[in-house]
């Protein structure tokens, strides 16, 4: 093939390799039993997407981009498995918002709706499933609050004071 047809910098392109869930430099990687199960699967379906690029032959250039991503994503997340402490959520404190505790929030004015959430590690967050990261303002404002206690929340531009009305693990 004539390299007239072909662009030179193609080649040189760095490939991106996507980041994991942001954790605070110095912050140790909390996760709870099913973090880290989940974390996991992740490795498991890395792995097998690998060998499946490994196989593929028909472009090399593509294949050596593809697994490129591929080996950082999968040395981010062993680093980050290597990392993970994991925190059993039943031998947290029953009374006490903590790590790996599901809870419920009433505002106190009356106004707006309760909310409920778990707190989880920084890689099986998911805020559509209630699932918030402990390292998330709304987490750390409440984490070690007790039931029936109220506390502050900052939300943009205005406060907002909340009960804690349950905790559960």
Do not use: W
């Not at 093939?1 to 140790?28: H, N, Y």
């Not at 028909?58 to 498995?81: E, F, K």
């Not at 505002?107 to 890689?123: H, K, L, S, T």
């Amino acid at each position: 093939m004539s390299r007239a047809f072909t662009k030179e910098d193609d080649s040189l392109e760095v490939p991106i390799i996507p980041p994991r869930a942001a954790l605070p430099p110095g912050t140790t990687n909390y996760v709870t039993p099913a973090g880290l199960e989940q974390l996991r699967q992740e490795l498991t379906q890395l792995e097998v997407t690998r060998t499946a690029a490994e196989a593929n032959r028909d472009n090399a250039a593509d294949r050596t981009r593809r697994l490129t991503v591929l080996n950082g994503q999968l040395s981010a997340l062993n680093d980050r498995i290597a990392s993970a402490r994991v925190v059993e959520p039943a031998a947290q404190p029953a009374r006490e918002v903590r790590f790996g505790a599901c809870v419920t929030l009433r505002p106190v004015a009356g106004q707006g709706p309760e909310r409920q959430f778990a707190i989880v590690g920084v890689d099986e967050a998911d805020v559509a499933a209630g699932k918030i990261a402990f390292v998330a303002p709304i987490a750390r404002a409440v984490q070690g609050a007790r039931l029936g206690q109220r506390v502050h929340l900052r939300l943009g531009s205005k406060t907002e004071e909340v009960e804690v009305i349950s905790i559960a693990y």
